[in-house]
């Protein structure tokens, strides 16, 4: 089937620690793979992608590298802000644009 | 350049009324899709427009349908409100050529 599991929270962390939100898929072929933040009140940003196997995709900090023989996309920030606290969601899309997103990781910073 | 706007923000019915919610995409894009997102949960896909025709569909009932406009505008109908039906409703546009999307803000609805 077309699924997405990623780890489950809340996560806590202080200021500074390092982050990791484990996420594998299960997919037929390649697909594209995608970290989306959700701040409090608000719709899902996009905060980096990968559309094909051992691509890193990064942005604010946050890195992520498509993995074909784990089928994983982990999620990894070296030191994380107070600012940071969101909810993540990993996902995969399918060929027409749907995503299957997994159930999100919520994530506090606490200073 | 705006983003995608979805109305209203809020909205709450009661069990059996028929709502419409209503997104405006991306300048630029021409694909509209509809996630819905109960609480504590990732969005689940509902249904994507293209040039107005429904392109691809989730695993929802008939009660949700939706229209596409000839300005790319999007919108949702849901029929029968069951108290499940309560949940964010996301719009997302996008390029048909490409993945990802831009999220608006949702419509949080309540059905009591």
């Known amino acids: 089937g077309n699924s997405v599991t990623q780890m489950e929270g809340p996560v806590t962390l202080s200021e500074e620690a390092f982050l990791t939100i484990n996420c594998t898929y299960t997919?037929?072929?390649?697909?594209?793979l995608f970290w989306y933040v959700q701040y409090p009140g608000e719709g899902l940003q996009l905060l980096l992608k990968?559309?094909?196997?051992?691509d890193k995709g990064s942005n604010k900090g946050f890195e992520a590298t498509y993995r074909k023989e784990t089928t994983s996309f982990h999620l990894e920030k070296g030191s994380v802000q107070v600012s940071d606290s969101a909810v993540y969601f990993c996902?995969?899309?399918?060929?027409?644009?749907?995503?299957?997103f997994g159930t999100g990781t919520s994530l506090t910073v606490i200073p | 350049d705006a983003g995608v706007t979805q109305s209203p923000t809020h909205l709450i019915k009661t069990r059996g009324q028929q709502v419409t919610l209503r997104c405006s995409p991306k300048?630029?894009?021409?694909?509209v899709s509809w996630y819905q997102q109960a609480l504590g949960q990732g969005p689940q896909f509902i249904f994507q427009?293209?040039?107005?025709?429904?392109?691809q569909r989730g695993n929802f009932p008939d009660r949700f349908s939706g229209h596409q406009f000839p300005n790319y505008s999007s919108e949702l109908n849901v029929n029968a409100l069951l108290l499940g039906d309560s949940a964010l409703y996301l719009c997302?546009?996008?390029?048909?050529?490409?993945?990802?999307?831009?999220f608006g803000s949702g419509t949080r609805l309540t059905v009591v």
């Open positions: 990968a559309t094909k196997a051992d």
């Open positions: 997302a546009s996008s390029l048909i050529s490409s993945y990802g999307y831009t």
């Open positions: 300048s630029g894009h021409d694909t």
């Open positions: 997919a037929t072929g390649y697909p594209s």
């Open positions: 427009y293209y040039e107005e025709e429904e392109r």
């Open positions: 996902a995969r899309a399918n060929t027409g644009n749907q995503f299957y």
